[in-house]
């Protein structure tokens, strides 16, 4: 057998989750009717009715998957024979410079119809 040395530390059981009293509960009841019978009041018919979700508008600058593939290819091949800027290309689509800028370093390298002839200028 094992016994307890002297000086030995004790592992406390852990703490209970305090409860909520009897008028806690009351309070918390009388507080969710209250606000039932304010959205039930709100609708008018005495049941409550669901909100109809509104279509959100589309931000400006999205597109579908590739759109902007598309997009940015186009404006580089209209531009004139010394190339279009990051920062062009961002303002013609209303996009924010840094996607651009990441597209450009990413899936635009892979793109044939695309050359880069300068600091973040390029041609078609």
Same mark, same amino acid.
């Given at each position: ?35 039932? $019978?304010? &959205? %039930?009041?709100?609708?008018?018919? !005495?049941?409550? @009715?669901?909100? #109809? /979700?509104?279509?959100?508008? =589309? *931000? +400006? ?12 290819? $186009?404006? &580089? %091949?209209?531009?004139?024979?010394? !190339?279009?800027? @990051?920062?062009? #290309? /961002?303002?013609?689509?209303? =996009? *924010? +410079? ?24 390029? @041609?078609?």
């Amino acid at each position: 057998m094992t016994e307890a040395k002297p000086g030995a530390t004790t592992i406390a059981a852990p703490r209970r989750k305090p409860k909520i009293s009897v008028a806690g509960r009351a309070r918390i009841a009388a507080a969710q009717k209250a606000r039932w $019978a304010k &959205v %039930k009041r709100a609708a008018g018919s !005495g049941t409550a @009715v669901k909100p #109809v /979700a509104q279509p959100k508008p =589309a *931000k +400006p600058g999205l597109q579908k998957r590739g759109g902007l593939k598309e997009s940015v290819v $186009a404006l &580089v %091949k209209a531009s004139s024979q010394h !190339g279009i800027t @990051v920062a062009e #290309v /961002a303002a013609k689509l209303g =996009a *924010k +410079p840094r996607r651009i800028f990441d597209w450009f370093k990413s899936t635009g390298k892979g793109v044939k119809e695309i050359k880069k002839v300068g600091r973040a200028r390029y @041609v078609a």
